[in-house]
């Protein structure tokens, strides 16, 4: 049965094959939904074009499938989406929220732009300019964002001062690619996503989230961020640091590694399961609460 009231989502990002790092994410996210008897969307978030690499979504579609995850609906994708991001960019233009900007990465660097943890902390450079558009990235005016916060269903409390800590961020970069953050927003609304389940090293990037839901009138929803799964050296697993692809045919140690890894019951009738069946087992038994963050997690 399924109560369309709980919508979650597995949106990754075809850079690359699943590894065991987003098999993690994407048995927490299903868990999660399909444990309230929600819907459980897949969206291939292909935003950043150049970034896409060809075979990737098939890859990814094909272990889920073997994993056997089902998923609701239809597949959706970034790359459609376009003309909707970029309608919503306008109207933030249009309203005086966001500005050209025709800084670069380098002339931030010469005009002493600190870092920050999410990067080069923007000095509101072009805030007044008055630039055009082409050719120009567009940033969305931070000054009224004050402290943005929220609580996560793991880590708890979590806060940013956006407009210190970041400054005005890019939404649409100046080769026309629309930022992660802005097509993250737009879409989850699109979709009524209102149980997000994904990755630590966007637990800080979700108060921008929040920002821009508040600077468009949308619904905030629930959070839960997941501990990044490390290699032996701490590295988060990902394409970057050589994680590779999962083997589909180990696939039931796997997903029973998955399971402790979310500190989820495991038992020994799993070795002799079918994963469609370990899957059933761990929706039932599922309880967010017994995610541990590991010592030290510095997300
Ligand atoms: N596409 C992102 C990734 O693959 C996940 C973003 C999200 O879940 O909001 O890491």
């Given amino acids: ?23 993690v994410t994407a048995l927490a996210s299903f868990c999660q939904a399909k444990s309230q008897q929600g819907k459980w969307l897949i969206r291939i978030e292909d935003v950043d074009t150049p970034r896409n690499v060809e075979g990737s979504t098939d890859d990814i579609l ?10 609701d609906g239809a597949i959706e994708y970034q790359s459609q989406q376009f003309e909707k991001y970029q309608s919503v960019l306008a109207g933030l233009l249009a309203r005086g929220d966001c500005y050209a900007c025709e800084c670069s990465r380098r002339s931030l660097r010469k005009a002493h732009a600190q870092s920050g943890r999410l990067g080069l902390i923007y000095p509101g450079i072009c805030r007044d300019k008055n630039l055009n558009q082409a050719g120009h990235s567009i940033r969305v005016n931070t000054a009224s964002s004050g402290i943005t916060d929220f609580v996560d269903q793991v880590y708890g409390s979590v806060t940013l001062d956006i407009e210190q800590q970041l400054g005005d961020f890019v939404l649409r970069r100046a080769d026309g690619i629309f930022a992660y953050h802005l097509a993250v927003v737009i879409d989850d609304e699109r979709q009524g996503i209102n149980q997000i389940v994904r990755g630590a090293d966007l637990l800080e990037a979700t108060c921008l989230h929040l920002f821009l839901q508040q600077l468009l009138g949308y619904q905030t929803p629930d959070y839960l961020h997941i501990p990044l799964v490390r290699n032996q050296q701490g590295d988060k697993l990902s394409k970057q640091t050589g994680a590779t692809a999962i083997q589909v045919d180990r696939k039931i140690p796997l997903l029973i590694k998955a399971l402790e890894i979310l500190s989820q019951p495991v038992d020994n009738q799993m070795q002799a399961a079918s994963a469609a069946e370990i899957l059933q087992s761990a929706v039932e038994s599922w309880n967010h609460g017994n995610i541990e963050i590991p010592p030290g997690d510095i997300y």
């Fill in 1 to 23: 049965m399924t109560d369309s009231s709980i919508i979650g989502r597995f949106a990754p990002t075809p850079s690359g094959p699943l590894h065991f790092g987003s098999l």
């Fill in 62 to 71: 094909f272990a889920l499938e073997t994993f056997g995850f089902e998923w």
